[in-house]
């Protein structure tokens, strides 16, 4: 395999959504890619077992098309290492994630451990939602909240089965869900017209965009019935390297249960580049932006997305932690 990292695509939802139609249809849609394939459970709804060809372990099936699948039976790290040192050739990692997870902890591995950063580059996350049921699930599952927060696209799925009424109530679900992940409309999972993979909405600049688009929606921001928020704090003083480190760190352990994403863009005292932040639950990465310039002026901005945010608490302790 070459060392050009790999990219990683997620697939969220919730059961039934048709997360295992879409993987069908990008095997399909992108003949260029050669796929790796990581499925969180192998059930009655797995992968299209007409495309199995071979196995060559208990662990790594052969597609028809020569991708690869995998199951997460083990630990993430254990089975993309198993992946990298296999003879397969691949050049995309598409993980399926179980119906009824949270995917924080699988987007945290490519945020935070930096053995599984230096081979792969998170690329973004895809949340299908079945337009149908979307509203009775959100009742009755808080984890599809936290699938539909951490999405960078969310398929708005089955529309065929509501009616134009039904579309637009959901429509405003899932923008009360996320504000700022690009809504797809589709049926029986199939994109057309837009691409979903290489998108690469983890990198820096991309950070950069999606916070300045926050920015402009906060004028028109609404709070909503399931508890999903997102806060941008802005602060014009630098702040203290070590002071925020250390706060961050002890806020995510504290709040990890209601914190799902945290991205900003930081002023520190002392240091010349802006340093880009990113955390999904209690992992951490921080990146070196492009310096600032001469008569440019600095700002720090840092949205959190969370549940039920402590907005005036939160921003008591920010300001503290300035240099």
């Keep these: 395999m070459n060392m050009k990292k790999i990219p990683v695509t997620v697939i969220t939802g ?30 009655e709804e797995n992968i299209d077992s007409s495309l199995v060809e071979n196995i060559q372990s208990e662990d790594i099936f052969e597609l028809s098309n020569g991708c690869i699948c995998c199951n997460l039976n083990q630990e993430l790290f254990v089975v ?72 960078d696209v969310i398929l708005l799925n089955k529309l065929d089965l509501v009616n134009k009424q039904d579309e637009e109530s959901v429509i405003k679900l899932v923008n009360a869900q996320n504000q700022h992940a690009e809504i797809v409309k589709c049926e029986f999972s199939k994109v057309d017209n837009i691409n979903l993979l290489d998108r ?30 997102n806060m941008l704090f802005k602060c014009h003083e630098p702040l203290d390297q070590m002071k925020i480190g250390m706060w961050l760190d002890a806020f995510l352990q504290f709040n990890q249960d209601t914190i799902f994403r945290v991205k900003g ?24 932006g492009k310096a600032w310039e001469k008569d440019e002026k600095r700002e720090s901005k840092i949205v959190i997305i969370g549940k039920s945010l402590n907005k005036e608490v939160i921003e008591k302790n920010f300001l503290e932690l300035k240099a």
Excluded at 265 to 288: E, F, M, Y
Aim: glycine letters at 6%; a negative charge.
């Design 14 to 43: 919730f059961l039934g959504a048709g997360k295992t139609s879409l993987l069908n249809h990008l095997i399909a849609d992108y003949p260029d890619k050669k796929f790796a394939i990581i499925e969180n459970e192998f059930g």
């Design 80 to 151: 993309l290492q198993k992946l990298v040192e296999s003879k397969h050739d691949f050049n995309h990692l598409l993980i399926e994630t179980t119906g009824i997870a949270d995917p924080g902890s699988i987007l945290a591995s490519f945020i935070s451990d930096p053995i599984v950063k230096n081979q792969f580059d998170l690329d973004s996350v895809i949340c299908l939602v079945d337009a149908k049921n979307a509203n009775s699930d959100l009742h009755k599952e808080e984890v599809l909240s936290k699938q539909m927060a951490v999405a």
């Design 200 to 229: 690469f909405s983890y990198k820096p600049n991309n950070v950069f965009q999606y916070i300045l688009g926050l920015e402009i929606k906060q004028n028109h921001a609404s709070e909503n019935t399931h508890g999903i928020q």
């Design 265 to 288: 863009i930081l002023n520190l005292a002392g240091v010349d580049n802006r340093i880009i932040l990113q955390s999904v639950h209690t992992q951490i990465q921080a990146t070196v």
